[in-house]
Structures are given as structure tokens and as C-alpha cells.
Nanobody
Framework: EVQLVESGGGLVRAGGSLRLSCAAS????????IAWFRQAPGKEREGVSCITSDGTTYYGNSGKGRFTISSDNAKNTVYLQMTSLKPEDTAVYYC????????????????????????WGKGTLVTVSS
């Protein structure tokens, strides 16, 4: 059974930091890129960051500068380190996986849309108070 389980969300004050984790199981981790998305109430989902199994990283506008994605392939886990958090970072954060590395794969240009993701987690809530 494929599972993506997010953890690490919670309530934090503006300026604080959180580290989210995404634990993957049920598929060959090395064959997939893992991405973080977020969705705030009343807003559309947006891509935060993505990492391929060879360590290549991509950031959406919401993830540039303050967020860092990393991966521990031995643990099949991807992390999102978030710093200098702002109230507008309040959202449910989801991780998702998309197969990559095959002929025709174009994760760099498609991950942020989210529509091509093969698997999704259930999300973890991040609340940033002012």
C-alpha cells in the first residue's frame, strides 16, 4: 500500500521555524520525485518545493528564500525546513510523489501544477500566529 505521511505541522509564532517530514512507503522511492504543496483556506493549492531522488531541487514562489527541501533516501523521507514563518504561510501542507527519470519525464516544468502527481498524503496543518 502506497503511503505518504506528513508530520511536523503545528502552531508557531511569526518568525519561528518548523520542519515538516514526509515519510514514503509502498513504492520505489528512488523512482519518484517528492513535492510539497500547500493550500490555505479559500485559496488555490500552490507548489512549494520539489526534490528528485538524485537531489535536484525546485522551488515555487512560495518556497523560495525561506524554505529548504531535503531528502534522506535511506529513510524514504523528505523534509521541508521552513524559517521566518509568516501568518500568510498558514495552510495545510501536503506532500506528493510523481514518477520521474523515464523518457519524457519533465518534472522540472510540471511538478508545480500538481496535476501529474501519482500519490498524495493527507496533509499537515501549519498555523502561524502574528
Amino acid at each position: 500500500e502506497v503511503q505518504l505521511v506528513e508530520s511536523g505541522g503545528g502552531l508557531v509564532r511569526a518568525g519561528g521555524s518548523l520542519r515538516l517530514s514526509c515519510a514514503a512507503s509502498g513504492f520505489t522511492f528512488d523512482d519518484y520525485a517528492i513535492a510539497w504543496f500547500r493550500q490555505a483556506p479559500g485559496k488555490e493549492r500552490e507548489g512549494v518545493s520539489c526534490i528528485t531522488s538524485d537531489g535536484t531541487t525546485y522551488y515555487g514562489n512560495s518556497g523560495k528564500g525561506r524554505f529548504t527541501i531535503s531528502s534522506d533516501n535511506a529513510k524514504n523521507t523528505v523534509y521541508l525546513q521552513m524559517t521566518s514563518l509568516k501568518p500568510e504561510d498558514t495552510a495545510v501542507y501536503y506532500c506528493a510523489a510523481v514518477e520521474w527519470g523515464f523518457e519524457g519525464s519533465d518534472v522540472e516544468n510540471t511538478w508545480e501544477r500538481g496535476g501529474d502527481m501519482d500519490y498524495w498524503g493527507k496533509g499537515t496543518l501549519v498555523t502561524v500566529s502574528s
